[in-house]
T-cell receptor, first 114, second 109 residues
Framework: SQTIHQWPATLVQPVGSPLSLECTVE??????LYWYRQAAGRGLQLLFY??????ISSEVPQNLSASRPQDRQFILSSKKLLLSDSGFYLC?????????????FGAGTRLSVL | KQEVTQIPAALSVPEGENLVLNCSFT??????LQWFRQDPGKGLTSLLL?????REQTSGRLNASLDKSSGRSTLYIAASQPGDSATYLC????????FGTGTSLTVIP
């Protein structure tokens, strides 16, 4: 079965510090991968999605970036965090040969920028 | 661009009641619609997936319907329980996923 690993589970970072959140998936190959953010009191917002290694599409212009160095690895980064970057970050995968168009989510990372 | 709206934003019901959550979307050209549950501080759990060619799906006490032509879906929860308390999200899917803002459900014992 497909599994998504996200770490860390919680993170507290000062404003201006860098960020690296990692997501790895198991049990599937060549999935579409997604990064979402949920800010407090707001709905989920799609940040980035990737259809393959090195292919990244950005949905919202901001100080975050994403990379996909391997088929099953998706990384969310920032060079300098802002207060507004606080939120709950979810990694998701779609597809694979068993579950096309069904999206699976990781447990998420709660980021607090102080 | 696809817009997904969920009504109500919050709902509080006594235990045992049947309830309906609503989801509407502006672009009927979708592949499927999915209902999720999110518990506070946790990730999402997929509840039901309705393909665009289907009208409804059932899982236990949950029943989801889809009317693609009118851009609507409902999630029916029968005999609600306190453990059903969570935020419920609908998402319409194509090449991307578009989420609604969710309905926060509280079931009072």
């Amino acid at each position: 079965s497909q599994t998504i690993h996200q770490w860390p589970a919680t993170l507290v970072q000062p404003v201006g510090s860098p960020l690296s959140l990692e997501c790895t998936v198991e049990g599937t190959s060549n999935p579409n991968l997604y990064w979402y953010r949920q800010a407090a009191g707001r709905g989920l917002q799609l940040l980035f999605y990737s259809v393959g290694i090195g292919q990244i599409s950005s949905e919202v212009p901001q100080n975050l970036s994403a990379s996909r160095p391997q088929d099953r690895q998706f990384i969310l980064s920032s060079k300098k965090l802002l207060l507004s970057d606080s939120g709950f970050y979810l990694c998701a995968l779609q597809g694979g040969h068993l579950a096309k168009n069904i999206q699976y989510f990781g447990a998420g990372t709660r980021l607090s920028v102080l | 661009k696809q817009e997904v709206t969920q009504i109500p934003a919050a709902l509080s019901v006594p235990e045992g009641e049947n309830l309906v959550l609503n989801c509407s979307f502006t672009d009927s050209a979708i592949y499927n619609l999915q209902w999720f549950r999110q518990d506070p501080g946790k990730g999402l759990t997929s509840l039901l997936l309705i393909q665009s060619s289907q009208r409804e799906q059932t899982s236990g006490r949950l029943n989801a319907s889809l009317d693609k032509s009118s851009g609507r879906s409902t999630l029916y929860i029968a005999a609600s329980q306190p453990g059903d308390s969570a935020t419920y999200l609908c998402a319409v899917t194509g090449n991307q996923f578009y989420f609604g803002t969710g309905t926060s459900l509280t079931v009072i014992p």
